[in-house]
């Protein structure tokens, strides 16, 4: 018995990697290291460099190594760029999910779990957001992950599978031990880019937007712990096994921060003032994004554990040194 976890050389995905791995689970690793780094994949899972998409090679891993289990990652996550490239987002994220579902259903793959996200919701005239709340994407990165959500929907009431779709909202921090974080080498996200500017890495932030409808006029996220979100993976894997129903959880504390407090906090805990700017708004940002988080805690063994702003940025900051180091050994 093994799982297969697609992109699992990520961000998120080298998190739950860890996570499997402590609890003593046979992983297999498929990334095309796209975006991924070989290094971030714990030492005790199997990578396989490889494209998600290609339905023999995932037929082929399914079969040598007794996968029971999918955590599918693999995919494009930058908005903006699912603008620019439409086709591409729906190539990477829709009809290469749906080779990995087809790859998964013919090999006798018994349950599933898919990376969505809160980008499914669109611009929902509600603060707090449950599951039940309408979908409406507003960009190709949200429609391409709910299409996605839709054909698993549809293959699982067809097949004999099972499915926990996670639609995270903003995910954050790092490994509290060290041993992965954010690494990607252009990153956008809030909390990453703040920790870079905190350490010198960038000549300072730039706030995109003051005149939202909020009480400090910037938008309002809900920042998830990604180890937090990692174990809630385990905590879903867990529920499929012992027969649970197919479901689909936001991933969220249900508390929002503005962009002005983020980036208060990352200065407080670095004590490092680094410039501001304020800018006009970045196309296609909805002023507030909050889980409605109850679902998630009461159909999972799970209760998050590092669900405090402050824990989120420190780890943050401390993997951007980690980081600065690992990439001075790697030029020496
Ligand atoms: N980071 C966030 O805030 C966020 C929010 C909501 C949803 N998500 C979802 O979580 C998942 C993981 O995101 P992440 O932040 O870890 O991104 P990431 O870019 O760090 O990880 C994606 C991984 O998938 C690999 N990959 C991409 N296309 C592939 C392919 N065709 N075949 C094999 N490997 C491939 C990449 O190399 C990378 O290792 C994605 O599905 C994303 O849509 C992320
Ligand atoms: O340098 C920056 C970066 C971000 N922001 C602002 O900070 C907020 C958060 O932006 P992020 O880029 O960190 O995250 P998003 O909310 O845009 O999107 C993320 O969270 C979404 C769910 O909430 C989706 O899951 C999406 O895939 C994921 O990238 C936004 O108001 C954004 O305008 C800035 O002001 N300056």
Not at 47 to 61: A, E, M, S, T
Not at 88 to 94: I, K, V
Not at 313 to 323: G, I, T
Request: charged share 20%; hydrophobic share 40%; net charge negative.
């Amino acid at each position: 018995m093994s799982v297969l976890v697609s992109g699992g050389a990520g961000y998120i995905g080298s998190h739950t990697v860890l996570e499997l791995v402590g609890r003593g689970e046979t992983v297999i690793v498929l990334d095309d290291l796209s975006t991924g780094f070989d290094w971030a994949v714990a030492g005790a899972a199997h990578l396989v460099v490889g494209d998600v998409g290609d339905v023999d090679l995932v037929r082929r891993l399914i079969e040598q190594h007794d996968i029971t289990e999918i955590v599918h990652f693999a995919a494009k996550i930058v908005v903006p760029e699912s603008v620019t490239y439409p086709l591409t987002y729906y190539l990477g994220n829709t009809v290469k999910t749906r080779a990995l579902f087809e790859a998964a259903i013919a090999s006798g793959v018994k349950r599933l779990i898919f990376s969505s996200t809160a980008a499914v919701y669109g611009e929902p005239s509600v603060e707090v957001i449950p599951e039940a709340t309408p979908t409406a994407p507003i960009n190709p990165y949200g429609r391409s992950k709910l299409m996605s959500e839709w054909m698993l929907a549809d293959a699982a009431r067809a097949h004999d599978l099972t499915y926990t779709v996670l639609r995270y909202f903003n995910v954050a921090g790092a490994d509290p031990d060290g041993r992965s974080g954010q690494s990607s080498r252009n990153a956008t996200h809030l909390i990453k880019v703040a920790s870079q500017a905190a350490a010198g890495e960038r000549a300072g932030l730039e706030i995109f937007g003051t005149d939202y409808p909020t009480l400090d006029g910037t938008c309002i996220r809900d920042y998830i712990h990604v180890t937090d979100l990692a174990r809630a993976h385990v905590a879903a894997l867990e529920r499929l096994r012992a027969g649970g129903q197919s479901l689909t959880l936001n991933c969220g504390y249900g508390t929002g921060y503005s962009v002005k407090e983020v980036v208060e906090a990352v200065k407080r805990v670095s004590g490092v003032d680094f410039p501001v700017k304020l800018c006009p708004r970045r196309p296609g940002d909805p002023a507030c994004l909050v889980a409605g988080a109850e679902r998630i805690r009461a159909e999972l063994d799970w209760r998050p554990q590092l669900d405090d702003l402050s824990t989120i940025v420190q780890h943050a900051l401390d993997w951007e040194k980690r980081l600065a180091q690992r990439n001075t050994m790697d030029k020496a």
